[in-house]
């Protein structure tokens, strides 16, 4: 892959190139999905669009927002983004079986209700 490209960038890419067939994807959803504060947010996707990855485009209901695409770089970069991510996953839940998964996501929801 790209050797600047952070790990948190690359999971980014990944989630804009999988949700974003669905849907606008805005900053606040990234905050959602990755559970990071906003300036935290903000600051990663400077980087990104300083690195030619995303642009941010004003959508017409309300020019306060802007829609976040991934330019044709993060695209072609996503085929080794989505490959590296699936054999991460593959490796982490080796001997691991799915009632064992499930257990596992159920205690950490647990966790971050406490957290709340």
């Known amino acids: 892959m790209d ?3 952070t790990v948190s960038q690359a999971y980014v890419i990944d989630f804009i190139c999988m949700e974003g067939k669905e849907k606008d994807i805005f900053q606040k959803d990234l905050e959602k999905e990755f559970d990071l504060k906003r300036s935290s947010v903000s600051l990663m996707l400077n980087n990104m669009e300083k690195s030619g990855l995303i642009q941010r485009v004003p959508v017409a209901e309300d020019a306060r927002l802007k829609k976040i695409i991934l330019t044709e770089k993060a695209i072609m970069l996503n085929k080794s983004i989505s490959n590296a991510i699936n054999s991460i996953e593959n490796k982490l839940s080796e001997n691991i079986t799915l009632e064992e ?4 996501y159920k205690v950490l929801d647990k966790i971050r209700n406490n957290l709340e």
């Open 3 to 5: 050797n600047n490209l």
């Open 101 to 104: 998964i499930n257990v596992f």
